[in-house]
């Protein structure tokens, strides 16, 4: 990360100029931190996902998948606990009335700060209102954008999106964009268990979109208030939890290496008792080393059997587990990897961006894994003539069926190798004179810059070998 000192805003033009991440409504002026996937974007995130759901689900015998509908009965979210405790503590900059979330600030203030002590009974965001005042005047914590300290009192807001279901706006039909994917899975834990019959233990995952209401959004897709989840609820008996959770904390580790990601630039940190969820006894977090610190990239999370047990109570369903062996009857515990969609491709982007020079000049280049990238081979004739266009788009006929394959004949040859290179793209094929004499291509690898000639008609166990 040193490379770069600034890597992220060189990743936010690169992203816009090169198709991989927008700006949420621009051409009106944009919607504060809302993004856009562009069309590598979009190739990339859905490679992510694709890789998460083989790694996680379609490898395993003990995970299957559900896509749960984003509006959910009501009272899911009083079960769940995200009604009467899903909430920032907020205030407001009397200067500059700039709204700010009190734990965030007292966080930001120690980071940079000698000061390690903490307030009274800290229990981050949980914390009593005017506890986390007192400390923020005793401290003198300042206003980050005026330099303040003359705040409002804390006030607590809830981060679910609320919203109305059908004509009338009454409180009768008032429901919520859901915060997390995971109640999904729990209202549909007796469907999937009687359906196909399984056992404890068991996963199942879903991909999907969560929304949440936060106060303090920002650096660029890390933290946004509509954004995707890829995560499992692992149900197991409560004896088998800390074998399960180390199972899984270890395939965690191993799927962001597999990615791609420099081991250095990982870590986990375990969750302290006063910052854990209200329905964790156990939580830890792969962190990435982000330019701004370390962030969270996945939360491993022992949900104990809170959910199960708590849906169980106000939908009065058994949502028990009966051993057909044992006749053991018992409400499952539940351990909860939940990967974080955007933040891994803001991660990829970030981990891949390399500079080089190159005859006096720099190459920029994401050398992201094969898998990963949202061209795997960029056809590219030497120029316009219709003897190479017409042999170049019979080599993209030939090799389109499996791979994402780019076709680009505008400008010089050098330019559209830099565009490539920005793009990720692993393999580019350049289509010249020889190739109408010699039936053959120039192939060029994006990491080392060699080239070699190969025939066509043994490029697609060439692209074989290279994919495998």
Known sequence: MEKFPDLMQKI????????????????????SNTWDYGPMGVELKNNLKKIWWKYFVQEREDVVGTDAAIFMNPRVWEASGHVGGFSDPLMDCKKCKKRLRADKLIEEYREKSE???????????STPPEKLLEYIKEKEIKCPDCGGNNFTDIRKFNLMFKTHQGVTEDSGSQIYLRPETAQGIFVNFKNVLQSLHLKPPFGIAQIGKAFRNEITPGNFTFRTREFEQMEIEYFVPEKLWKEKYAELEKLSWNFFLKLGLKEENLRWREHSKDELSHYSSKTCDVEYKFPWGWGELEGLAYRTDFDLKNHTKMSGQDLSFQDPTTNEKYIPHCIEPSFGADRTVLTILLDAYNEEEVNGEVRTVLKLNKDLAPIKIAILPLCKKEKLTSVARDVFGKLKSNYAIWYDETQSIGKRYRRQDEIGTPYCLTVDFDTLSDKAVTVRDRDSMEQERIKIDELEKYFEEKFN
Do not use: H, M, V
């Not at 936010?12 to 919607?31: D, N, P």
């Not at 000061?115 to 965001?125: I, Q, S």
């Open 12 to 31: 936010i033009s690169l992203s816009k100029r090169r198709g991989f991440i927008f700006q949420g409504s621009e051409i009106y002026g944009g919607l």
């Open 115 to 125: 000061d390690a002590t903490l307030p009274e009974n800290w229990a981050g965001e």
